[in-house]
């Protein structure tokens, strides 16, 4: 990912009007945030961080090895 951006995905309207948070027409907004979804997208985060972290090792390494 090169840049944080906002979601376009609406957010999801519930007819609950007995809900203390419902809005003058009965309606509950809940977010549009996909659990699902954010978890895989840490989870590649996660792995691409620590792919990036093993060549800067081996590199490091490697010049190391060179100098000696």
């Known amino acids: ?33 996909n659990l699902m979804e954010e978890m895989a997208d840490m989870m590649a985060a996660t792995r691409a961080y620590e792919a990036n972290v093993n060549v800067v090792n081996t590199t490091k390494d490697m010049f190391m090895k060179a100098l000696t």
Not at 2 to 29: L, M, R, W
Request: avoid cysteine; glycine fraction near 10%.
């Open 1 to 33: 990912m090169d840049e944080i951006k906002s979601s376009d995905k609406p957010f999801q309207k519930i007819y609950d009007p007995g809900h203390p948070d419902a809005d003058g027409e009965g309606y509950v907004t809940f977010p549009n945030v």
